[in-house]
């Protein structure tokens, strides 16, 4: 037990990358494969945001004061990287915002320091089998790395699930920093009464409510084992086309006499609504992207989710996002000046590049009556949730921030916004009675 605590348990797919290699098992990943998996602090990790990384709480924690570890914490420093084989190049360098672990693992470690443990080495042992889940939100965005999605449909007996991590190839040894999977399926919870088991009778069950389990390579060698440094891993759905993640590396069991030998099996920490504790609502509400059990993200949800470049402004949100907030184009800020990742005071305006000198109103309820048949244009920072146009005879042209709309009477669908408001231009032409209103 002392051997296999806290620091390294996930590894949960390692794959033999030749004939001679030791234990653990697995297959080295293409560089096309699960790339939204990272290498980040020492463990394995998931970006399943657009600043979001999912990992195990006991990666970012404290064993002696049931918080995270001063490290984690805002302005901490979090180094990730996609890259599949060592040297491990290039690292993204980003600053942590804010880390989450679940609350449930925070109460839980407080329980049992309380009563004289001595740290929370192995927390995931305590009554209940809390969920191992941190999630780390850092302040810029990684646009190299594509986010995964977490699945609250739940993992049945039988599921095909993939193994991914970063961590050793062999019990007890250093991390070996090559990116490793392996197509697993997941097992019932009898799985765990086998010689050595830490868990017996009904904690077998309670374990299972919380975890996903999977065999280890001990059981067979065309399974994988779980070794330090997968700590934090995803688990994903096997898929051919989407990135979708159903558990994360936590912990396993051992044989009778574990000595050098791999895991029995793996355990990763339950994502679904099934799950014994409140698991999804409680990722989606740090902004985690999720699907089959979530609720639809609002831009009114006091939370950053969907297309959100921070709390409910930016991306297709009418808000535009505040000097300091993260944005990804000029058009997330109100200041219309999105630099490195940040709104900042400045910018240009709706129409900058498109038309000159034009006729600026505040909106959101306007009409231009009769636009005569000359070229004009017009500019608003107003938040419009529509618009209509019509009267525009063959052979002249509307245009929203660039984008050409059909204007036959009825209401267009406004694109995004463009430097932070709207540009609406009308070509020249003979007919003289065009016009557009807003709301």
Known sequence: MAACSVEGYDETSEEIAA???ELIGGTPALETQYP???????????KVGPRHFLTAAHCVDDLYTATVEPWFGPGGSYSVSADNTPPISPYVNLTIEQTYIHPQWIADCTAARAGGAPDCGVNVLNPGHTPDLAVVVVNELSPTIP???VDGAAVAVGDPVVATGYGCETPGAGMSNIFKLQNLT?????????????VSGTAINDVAASYVLTPGYYASTSNASLCPGDSGGPLYRQSAT?????GVNAYYTFPSAPGSNPSQTNWHTRLDTSARYTVTSWLQALGVSVINGGTAPTCTDGVQNGTETDVD???????????GDTCSVNADCTSANCVAGVCQAGGGTAC???????TLFSGPSYNSGNLGTSAVCFETTANLTGANCGNFASGR?????GTTVTCNGGNITLPAKRNGGYCFEASAGNQAWAYFSTW
């Open 19 to 21: 004939a001679n290699d």
């Open 36 to 46: 939204s998996t990272v290498l980040a602090g020492g463990c394995t990790a998931a």
């Open 147 to 149: 986010a995964a999605s």
């Open 186 to 198: 997941a097992a019932a919870s009898s799985i765990l009464n086998h010689p050595g088991s830490y």
């Open 242 to 246: 989407d990135l979708i993640v159903v």
């Open 313 to 323: 402004c930016g991306g297709t949100c009418t808000a535009d996002c505040a000097n």
């Open 352 to 358: 900058s590049g498109l038309c000159t000198s034009p």
């Open 397 to 401: 042209t509307f245009e929203v921030n």
